[in-house]
């Protein structure tokens, strides 16, 4: 299979140079951990992921010095992070990636997820350092995923 996607709208960068809100995905070898989705707008695609629904309160913490750096937090927080219940339809479905997480560094990167795709004109809008596929593709690479599953990113 072969679809087009939305990258980082700074392009891809190694690892080793990614930081906190630079717009680069980060290239490497990362787990997909677990599907998060807005169920009240979408029933739960046919995957092998743990999975459970966005909740309006559901948010993702990207403050560098926070504890809560790079994970799950309810908001409000007391810090920076982003909200996941969103008005548009960019994280109606969203899969966590292995990135930056075992373990946490701050300011290495956070919420860098695999989601959904939006259009700008024909072309699909880069990410903030994501990755991103429409709604049918990403639905068909889902049917395919497990704990097992690795998504690769590299530089060219």
């Known amino acids: 299979m072969s679809f087009p996607c939305a990258l980082g709208r700074t392009g891809i960068i190694p690892q080793a140079n990614k930081q906190e809100g630079d717009g680069a995905t980060p ?5 997909l951990r677990h599907l ?11 995957t092998l992921l743990p999975t459970s ?9 990207d403050a560098q010095g926070d504890a809560a750096y790079n994970k799950p937090v309810t908001l409000p927080h007391g810090a920076s992070a ?8 960019l994280y109606d479905l969203i899969i966590v990636l292995g990135q930056n997480d075992s373990p946490v560094i701050p300011g290495k990167g956070s919420a860098i997820f695999f989601h959904l795709a939006v259009h700008k ?14 709604l049918d593709a990403l639905r068909q690479v889902l ?14």
């Open 36 to 46: 998060l989705y807005r169920a009240d707008r979408l029933d739960c695609p046919p």
């Open 121 to 134: 004109g024909s072309k699909l809008a880069p990410t903030e350092g994501c990755v991103a596929l429409p």
């Open 27 to 31: 290239a490497g070898e990362w787990p």
């Open 82 to 89: 982003e909200t996941l219940w969103r008005d548009d339809t």
């Open 53 to 61: 629904p966005i909740d309006e309160t559901d948010g993702w913490c």
């Open 143 to 156: 049917a395919l995923c497990s704990t097992d599953t690795v998504m690769e990113i590299r530089c060219l």
